[in-house]
């Protein structure tokens, strides 16, 4: 697409920044919305986004949640890729409606209200997530045999949101219930497109220091390799970061028909097992196994939930990433960066 521009937001995220180097491999010119040119200029000095810095540009908008704050960063541009939402962190103990709710839910319609009021816009694709069309409770329910896909919906939550993940999982549901109903009273004249995607694992080139490995959705992946499994189940909707960001740029493609749901996992319906990596483990890191830098003892259990994403592979041509796949490319990058390859 070499010449269209795109605006994306939540490019200083992990499944954000993936999708930038997809835009820019593209051929997209992209302007990054940041809420602070700092973070503009860390990604930018980050390979292989430092071969692309002719077609980049930044954008400030320090609250996603202002009226009119994306009115100025759409002007000019053919796309729009919203990545930017809250994630959920222990170290929210209050506010959650604030601090995550809110930001998911206005962020999200005062970009498609920006778009509208921009003249030349084409098509917004959105993030959104596995939360958003499966209910929280089925990660520690029985299985149902209920299997998920891109027409499950899911009714706004009434329960007090006690905690930043519950807060989270709520957050998901009300943005995409605001973004569609938005478009049945808008008619607006681009396309929104809505991606789903579960538990994001893969190399992460924003990780600078080993602790970091253990945070977000690749911990799930590595606190098994370093200090132990998780004490609770984990959903097996898992999916290569790479698959899905690459979704994200695809959709852009004027063949991608809009208003549209599209979940992106892995090995569907039955998804794979977290602690699968021990075993990869075993095999692929024997050096590292031995050394002790992998802990392959214990792992985290599984709660599988049937997902399908046939309708998202087919659409887009391809096949998803296996989740050795996912696991190998952030293991590798561990390895690499404590110098024990």
């Not at 954000?16 to 997209?28: H, K, N, Q, T, V």
């Not at 809250?86 to 809110?102: H, N, W």
Request: proline letters at 8%.
């Amino acid at each position: 697409m070499s010449g269209q521009s795109v605006l994306i937001t939540g490019a200083t995220g992990f499944l954000g920044f993936r999708a930038l180097i997809f835009a820019l491999e593209a051929g997209y010119r992209v302007r990054v919305a940041v809420r602070k040119q700092e973070g503009f200029e860390k990604i930018k000095s980050i390979a292989p986004v430092t071969q692309y810095t002719t077609q980049l540009e930044s954008v400030i908008v320090p609250d996603i949640t202002a009226p009119g704050a994306y009115d100025e960063a759409v002007q000019g541009v053919d796309h729009v890729v919203h990545i930017a939402s809250p994630v959920p962190s222990p170290a929210i103990t209050s506010d959650f409606d604030k601090l995550i709710v809110q930001p998911a839910v206005q962020g999200t319609l005062t970009m498609l209200e920006a778009a509208y009021k921009a003249p030349g816009v084409k098509k917004v694709v959105i993030t959104s997530s596995v939360g958003a069309i499966i209910p929280l409770g089925t990660v520690a329910a029985p299985p149902s045999g209920t299997v998920y896909n891109e027409k499950s919906r899911l009714e706004n939550p009434t329960d007090p949101l006690d905690n930043p993940f519950t807060a989270y999982f709520a957050s998901k549901v009300m943005a995409l219930n605001a973004a569609e109903a938005w478009i049945k009273e808008k008619n607006p004249s681009f396309d929104v497109v809505h991606v789903a995607p579960g538990y994001l694992v893969g190399r992460d080139p924003l990780l600078r220091e080993p602790n970091d490995f253990v945070t977000g959705s690749n911990g799930f992946l590595m606190r098994q390799l370093l200090l132990g499994p998780d004490p609770y189940p984990v959903a097996s909707l898992i999916v290569h970061v790479d698959d899905a960001a690459r979704v994200h740029v695809k959709a852009l493609d004027p063949s991608i028909k809009g208003n549209r749901l599209f979940p992106v996992f892995t090995q569907c319906p039955e998804g794979p097992d977290w602690d699968d990596v021990l075993e990869i483990a075993k095999r692929r890191y024997p050096k590292q196994v031995a050394d002790g830098t992998f802990k392959v003892d214990a792992g985290t259990k599984t709660q599988h939930i049937k997902a399908d994403a046939s309708y998202t592979e087919q659409t887009f041509g391809f096949k998803a990433k296996s989740f050795e796949e996912a696991a190998v490319s952030l293991m590798d990058q561990y390895v690499e960066l404590i110098g024990k390859q």
